[in-house]
């Protein structure tokens, strides 16, 4: 599956569901995929902050992220958090996810560091060459604590393992400020976390939305993107969406 191209939409990133002893409620999580799946979601994401993975053992990270594998069976993408502090778990995540049949890996700033940007664009080539999956970048700065600043996502996005971006800054001027960076780039895929501004981010030339709402529903998110992907295609025969931004009125 070639993500770069394909990869688009709603991606919901999902609850884990707990047994109240804190270990994986194996059958509600087989339930909420199916009940994602079925809702037409075009990728499932695990392990990100609406999953609450800082919660999370171990152990419980690792049978989700087989089970979820197990469960899918390659009907829709599946991305897999791998956001540490500790840069061996993460590989060890990303590991397990490439043995699961996962296809992406996406990882936030190791939170609880207090680095700069050239230290992240360092931690990132070098999670991204020892990786075996594709990944993604995560701003998450009200949580890490640390923005991934533009030109640092310019940067990274030069590493052939580096295919995108989730913004859950909430901040429109910077998903915009995004959009316009990568305009040429259709290729590096830019995703929008807050789903009040999925809409908007959508209009602003945003590959779709990772948005929390869609694990209670997934047929409203999908049907809001499927409406906006009708409405460009009727103005524009497969016009890249990204050449639309100078037309846009700037963000007040």
């Known amino acids: 599956m070639n993500l ?104 936030a700033a190791p939170f609880y560091m207090n680095i700069g940007q050239d230290e992240l664009i360092a931690y990132y080539q070098k999670l991204a060459d020892s990786a075996e999956l594709p990944l993604f970048l995560y701003d998450m700065p009200s949580h890490t604590k640390i923005n991934i600043e533009l030109e640092t996502a310019v940067e990274l996005s030069k590493h052939p393992n580096i295919i995108g971006i989730k913004d859950s800054s909430g901040n429109p001027g910077n998903f915009r400020a995004l959009c316009e960076a990568f305009q040429d780039q259709p290729e590096f895929k830019i995703f929008v976390g807050p789903e009040e501004i999925l809409a908007e981010t959508l209009e602003m030339g945003g590959h779709g ?30 016009t890249p969406r990204h050449n639309s931004l100078s037309k846009q009125k700037p963000i007040q």
């Open 4 to 107: 770069t191209k394909t990869l688009r939409g709603i991606i919901p990133p999902m609850i884990t569901p707990l047994n109240p002893d804190f270990t994986l409620d194996l059958a509600h999580t087989e339930k909420l995929i199916e009940h994602l799946i079925s809702g037409g979601v075009h990728g499932i994401f695990i392990l990100g902050t609406t999953g609450e993975f800082a919660g999370l053992s171990s152990e419980v990270k690792r049978d989700l992220i087989r089970l979820t594998g197990r469960q899918v069976k390659g009907r829709v993408p599946i991305l897999v958090g791998i956001t540490d502090c500790s840069f061996i778990e993460s590989l060890d995540l990303a590991a397990i996810a490439k043995e699961s049949g996962a296809n992406a890996l996406v990882a």
């Open 209 to 238: 939305g990772v948005t929390g709402g869609a694990n209670l529903f997934p047929k409203l998110y999908v049907a809001l993107y499927e409406a906006f992907e009708k409405k460009g295609n009727r103005n524009s025969q497969e």
